[in-house]
């Protein structure tokens, strides 16, 4: 596929490249810190995954395959015309197979099949500060990183199981990364957070309208804060998949009538479709 | 009492503009001592207490604290991180105003386990038995554990700062006009909970007030400021029963009495 004449390759120009690639370097050397750096305007509005596009366009190259997924899955709005654009701007392979992808864009998931070395895991975040809704002061939030304060967590997750019982957070679960920085693992389910914990895929995090880039490297810890005598527990609805039967993963649940009438289906679609292909070739054999 | 003071400050001065808050202040605290700064609105007291607490930088001077292995360290050059540290362990604050030092969207049990947990406890039963206890000993019922502070009386919520800041049993507190605000019969049941937290602890206290009488039931020694100067100091009995200075013998003449 070739690019469409008249954009530069990737649609940002070279230097603005090279200035998000400062910042991912500087994020990789610092994992779990937040790099500022300068978020450009793009074609689509602020929320719709500006800041992941600006990474992905920094980081992917010609020979890259590219997947975008959007709560999983690969067929929704978002993915497509994100997908589409890059194809478009970029002319690179696009797959909705997460094995075949070199560069996967996401919002709010990370795909079942474990991911290997070499791959880059982009995602999109809405607000990369983690403490935002336990202190509203940008500069104390600042301070509160920089000396490694994070008392206040602990007090939010302590009123957690104090009012509910439990940790009543199942999605942008805080995560503290090889022990020093707190951070928003972006929305994806608690669900997902045991697989951030020593990824051998490189994870970037773009936040285009927060104008702010971290980074998780290869084979960092990363662990997901709990209670001794709480500890931190993965929420799944209990059901398989209506549709390949999984046990395992991460499910959507799907109104199907206005009487009660509801399905579990996976949330990822290409593990979810390799499954069905799988199953039907062996009813076949 | 051990020969080397807790916190030690010499020559502190500062200015805001034309007045002197803080004239040239020198001031010594023992492990396990209670010391009052008593004077008028305006004579500097709260000034010094935020200087001594590293809160405020003096223009000149040295504030010396010793910690528990009997290394020194200069207050106001040992890197905010180190501050935050000994503010959050070795050291407490409680404010005059109680909304100031709680944090009122988050319930009492809440307010008392965030030190706790600043300092590492990760432990969720642990965190609710220490809750529980001190509730118990700042005389709340410990059944109201979940509730938020807005919801208590002003004498609970100042009880429940006092808890707050107890919990990891600091070497040294300091009170900012503890009882400040409250109705008297409030003032005389906080302080006589003060007086036996303080003595059950062993905690050095410097306390910030203009009640002499909370003064005299607290307080081993007593400075008497007016215009950013020391203008008196002794002990607490001495000083009240015997001034020696004019303006001291004015605040002890305009007590009323009951």
Redesign the interface.
């Known amino acids: 596929m070739s690019a469409e004449a008249g954009y530069n390759f990737g649609y940002l120009d070279e230097n603005t490249k090279r200035m998000i690639r400062r910042a991912l370097l500087k994020a990789v050397a610092v994992p779990g810190h937040q790099v500022p750096f300068g978020s450009r305007e793009m074609p689509l509005p602020y929320g719709w995954g500006t800041g992941g596009i600006q990474v992905t366009a920094s980081v992917i190259g010609p020979d890259d395959t590219l997947k975008v997924i959007d709560q999983g899955a690969d067929d929704t709005t978002n993915a497509v015309s994100i997908r589409r654009f890059f194809a478009r701007v970029a002319g690179v392979a696009t797959t909705e197979r997460t094995g075949e992808a070199t560069v996967i864009q996401t919002r709010h998931r990370i795909p079942e099949t474990p991911l290997r070395e070499g791959q880059i895991l982009v995602y999109q975040v809405p607000m990369p500060e983690p403490l935002f809704r336990l202190e509203p002061r940008v500069a104390e939030t600042k301070r509160m990183h920089a000396l490694a304060d994070y008392g206040l967590m602990h007090v939010k997750l302590y009123e957690d199981i104090a009012r509910h019982g439990h940790v009543a957070i199942s999605y942008n679960y805080p995560v503290m990364v090889a022990d020093r920085y707190l951070m928003s693992p972006s929305p994806i389910p608690a669900f997902d957070n045991p697989k951030l914990h020593r990824m051998p895929a490189l994870q970037l995090f773009g936040a285009g309208r927060e104008k702010r880039i971290y980074a998780v490297p290869p084979y960092t810890d990363v662990r997901s804060l709990d209670f001794e005598d709480h500890p931190f527990r993965p929420v799944r609805a209990d059901a398989p998949c209506a549709l390949c039967g999984s046990r395992e993963s991460y499910l959507d649940e799907v109104v199907t009538d206005d009487r009660g009438g509801r399905m579990f289906v996976c949330s990822d679609t290409d593990y979810c479709n390799t499954r069905q292909a799988a199953a039907t070739q062996e009813a076949a054999e | 009492m051990s020969d080397a003071p807790l916190l030690e400050a010499r020559g502190l001065s500062l200015r805001y503009g034309p007045i002197a808050a803080l004239d040239e202040v020198g001031i010594e605290i023992h492990p396990g001592e209670v010391v009052a700064i008593v004077g008028e609105s305006g004579s500097g007291k709260t000034t010094l207490l935020r200087v001594l607490s590293g809160l405020l930088r003096p223009e000149a001077g040295s504030v010396t604290y010793r910690d528990p292995e009997g290394t020194p360290h200069a207050v106001h050059s040992m890197g905010?991180?180190a501050l935050?540290r000994l503010h959050?362990s070795d050291w407490g604050f409680v404010h005059q105003n109680p909304r100031d030092g709680l944090?009122m969207g988050?319930?009492a049990?809440?307010n008392i386990?965030?030190?706790l947990?600043?300092?590492g406890a990760?432990?969720?039963?642990g965190?609710r038995a220490a809750a529980t206890e001190w509730l118990q000993r700042v005389e709340i019922d410990p059944s109201r554990?979940?509730t938020l502070p807005g919801k208590f009386s002003g004498g609970m919520q100042q009880r429940l700062q006092i808890a707050r800041t107890l919990v990891t049993h600091p070497r040294l507190v300091f009170m900012d006009e503890p009882t400040g605000g409250l109705d008297v019969s409030v003032q005389a049941r906080l302080l006589d909970l003060l007086r036996t937290l303080v003595a059950e602890l062993g905690l050095a206290v410097l306390l910030v007030t203009h009640d002499i009488a909370a003064a005299r039931l607290l307080a081993h020694r007593l400075l008497v400021m007016r215009h950013g100067k020391v203008v008196e100091q002794g002990l607490t009995d001495r000083v009240l029963d015997d001034p020696q200075h004019e303006y001291t013998q004015l605040l002890v003449a305009s007590v009323l009495a009951a």
Request: proline share 0%.
């Open positions: 905010e991180a935050r959050r944090r988050v319930s049990g809440g386990g965030e030190r947990m600043a300092t990760r432990h969720y039963g965190l554990i979940d």
